[in-house]
Structures are given as C-alpha cells and as structure tokens.
C-alpha cells in the first residue's frame, strides 16, 4: 500500500488509497466475469490526486485520467510516477489528460482507447455546491454513449438517484458499502440487461 498511501500530491477530499484498491477490485472482478477475463483499460473522468489511477495500475491496469484542473493533472502524473517507481517496474501505461469532462462530454480519443472500466468519485454531498455540480448528470450520460459495453463504477455517499442512472441508461448490477461514508455502485447499460440483486457489503474499510 506505500504506492498510494504516501503521495506527493493530495489534498482533502482525496480519495482513501484503500478504498480506491477495494474499489478497483470490485469493479475489475465484474467486468471480467462480464468479458471473460479481459479488462482493458481504466477511464477515472475527474481523476483528482489520481488515487484511482495508482489503484488501476496496481491491478495491472491501463489507467486513463482526466481532469479540469492543471494542477490536479500535475499532481495525478506526480503520484503516478511516484507509484511507478515503487510498485512492479513492469506496470502498464498510464495517461493524464487536461480535460473538463463536465463541460465537454466529449472525451479525447486516446480518452477512450480500449477503455473498459469507468470509475469515477464524484461529488455528490458535500462538495455537490461547487458552480459545475449540476452538469455531473449530463457528463455521466455522454459517458454512457460515448462507452456502451464499459463497466462504470460510481463512489458515493448516497444511493445513485434512478433519475440519473435513467437519463445514462445504466442499471446497478451490484451495490456495495466500502467504507463508513462511501457506496460503491456498478453499473452496465441498459440494454445489456444483467441487472442482479445488489450484493450485501461484508468488505467495509472503516
């Protein structure tokens, strides 16, 4: 855990190293039993510190990450580096891109090069008074047609709202509480109609 947990770039609201590693366990374990084994890359579309890409590439994972601050684009390819020189030399690629997500839906095309996997901690609670807030539903949507057959993964205090989850054309195959204050949700599209019951949470980091 050295990689994520002591980071040259952080702030507040980063995301918890070990919550992130759960996180990226969870979502990987689904999307392979959904693509037999195959995972492809990780898309984190405001990827903040770059918690979740560290926790990607230790999985053995393309991490893909965008976000619309420079420094956070900074600080994410200084905490990569960071990881890199500390994890398995023979970790794969990784990208940061300087991208406003919630502004543009429109994703870079190296943004989506075999990516499979979107994870994303969104702010939704505290945070949810920031001026770009409101635009989350809409960016989550041009996710969702912009990559059909990903696997998303969404961290939250709360339950995802059915209103954004319809507008994105996603159903929850699995529900899971990671830590005291997040809710991890996978979710696939719609049309491809393997909604399960939500799974019990015994995997709490508390």
Known sequence: ERSG?????????????????????IVLAHHRRRHSGFAGG????????GTLLVAARAAGL??????????AVNGTAHNLDHAAALLDASLRPSL??????????????EATRDVGIVVANLPWDRQVRIPHAR????????LSSQLPRATFCFMSAAPLCERVLAAARLSVVRSERVASRCTVSVCVGAALG?????????????
């Not at 947990?5 to 366990?25: E, G, K, M, N, Q």
């Not at 990780?42 to 510190?49: A, E, R, V």
């Not at 393997?194 to 508390?206: E, F, L």
């Open 62 to 71: 393309v991490a893909v990450g965008c976000d619309r601050s420079r420094a």
């Open 42 to 49: 990780l898309l984190d579309p405001c990827c903040g510190s």
């Open 5 to 25: 947990a002591a980071r040259p770039y952080t702030f507040s609201a980063a995301t918890d190293y070990r919550v992130a590693l759960l996180t990226v366990s």
């Open 96 to 109: 940061v891109l300087h991208h406003d997500c919630i502004a543009d839906g429109s994703l870079p095309r």
């Open 135 to 142: 635009h989350l539903e809409q960016m989550i949507a041009s």
């Open 194 to 206: 393997d909604r399960q019951p939500a799974a019990a949470s015994t995997a709490a980091v508390d």
